[in-house]
């Protein structure tokens, strides 16, 4: 199973500069690289201080200049936000800037705070049909001359300029929860990325069995990966343990804030919730989180992701965003490599054998 970080500059306070959450990204990476991970992923969030990455082409692009084995994708870009000869034209040229280092996420999005600003009216539905028209729109073009007739694109025959490194372009990975999405994406040759959010190891063994289930289903196509995408935090002990699960449960109560777009934001930032508006959320109690969650020990992380690797994932991503200091994160993310990383080595394996 291979491991990688997934990563965005998120800013707490106003008084965090852009320029230094943009450094500490970088440093974030570079420190992915240098502990052997597979690949660092950033997504696409638009007038959010809670998740900042208007283009992720942008940081990879930049990024690709600060590493040099590491792949670098995108997790992911928001479909409906982009024209399919756009997408294949600039994930291409990014693919060129990082030497064919270039992954693909592309997903149907999830806050309709974004959509009523790039996109007014646009609601899930039309949004997952949207991603549906442009991957196999993105397909046909780097395969060049393409012509689309569909429902939401139209244009004549086509050729993006520049053409991606890798042949056939970059690895696209579907950001994939229900049963149609998980089929779409195997019937179409992507690999998938998974999420439980909050929820625990019973939805992870769920969204593996809706992956195998698409894959059973289509058993003349290869079989694509499977990535899980899951907050993991590592703690030296049971109070720093208890400290990172804090920070989460602070972060995942924002998450919902934002994902209801209930409340006024202002300057990019949401209405701060109150203490007892936290602690009213009975899905982020402290107890239930430290039940579902990848925080803990290193052995405790461990446990959860040899469970992971048991099922069957190809690929574990280190979701590290959590409204925590980065100080924290680098510590936390230097534990996960030095203590967590090791155990699924080969020479991790065969003694365990």
Request: hydrophobic share 40%; proline share 6%; aromatic share 10%.
């Amino acid at each position: 199973m291979k491991f990688s970080l997934f990563v965005h500059m998120e800013r707490v306070e106003p008084h965090d500069t852009h320029r230094d959450l943009f450094d500490q990204l970088t440093e974030l990476v570079q420190m992915a690289e240098a502990g052997g991970m597979e690949t660092a992923w950033i997504g696409e969030h638009h007038g959010m201080e809670f998740t900042i990455s208007p283009n992720p082409f942008v940081n990879i692009a930049y990024l690709a200049a600060k590493t040099s084995r590491i792949r670098l994708g995108t997790g992911t870009v928001i479909a409906p936000f982009w024209h399919p000869i756009r997408l294949a034209g600039e994930a291409a040229m990014t693919d060129i800037a990082t030497q064919g280092r270039l992954d693909l996420g592309i997903a149907r999005g999830a806050y309709s705070y974004e959509y009523e600003r790039m996109l007014p009216g646009l609601d899930a539905m039309e949004a997952g049909a949207r991603m549906r028209e442009l991957i196999p729109a993105l397909q046909g073009l780097w395969k060049g001359d393409y012509a689309h007739d569909g429902k939401f694109h139209q244009f004549p025959s086509t050729t993006p300029v520049p053409g991606p490194v890798q042949q056939s372009g970059p690895p696209i990975w579907v950001a994939a929860r229900d049963p149609n999405t998980h089929e779409f994406a195997v019937t179409h040759g992507c690999n998938v990325q998974v999420t439980p959010l909050w929820q625990g190891d019973g939805e992870v063994e769920h969204l593996m069995a809706t992956f195998n289930a698409a894959c059973a289903a289509n058993p003349g196509v290869p079989r694509p990966k499977c990535m899980l995408l899951r907050h993991t935090f590592v703690g030296e002990d049971a109070a720093e343990v208890d400290v990172l699960h804090e920070g989460l449960r602070r972060y995942y109560n924002y998450f919902g804030a934002w994902f209801k777009n209930e409340k006024p934001v202002s300057q990019g930032f949401i209405q701060k919730l109150t203490q007892e508006e936290m602690d009213a959320n009975p899905m982020m109690k402290k107890d239930a989180l430290r039940r579902d969650l990848a925080i803990g020990t290193a052995d405790e992380v461990t446990r959860r992701v040899r469970h992971a690797e048991a099922l069957g994932y190809d690929q574990y991503a280190v979701w590290i965003d959590g409204g925590i200091p980065f100080e924290q994160k680098k510590k936390s993310l230097q534990l996960f490599i030095d203590r967590v990383m090791p155990e699924f080595s080969d020479n991790a394996e065969a003694r365990r054998a």
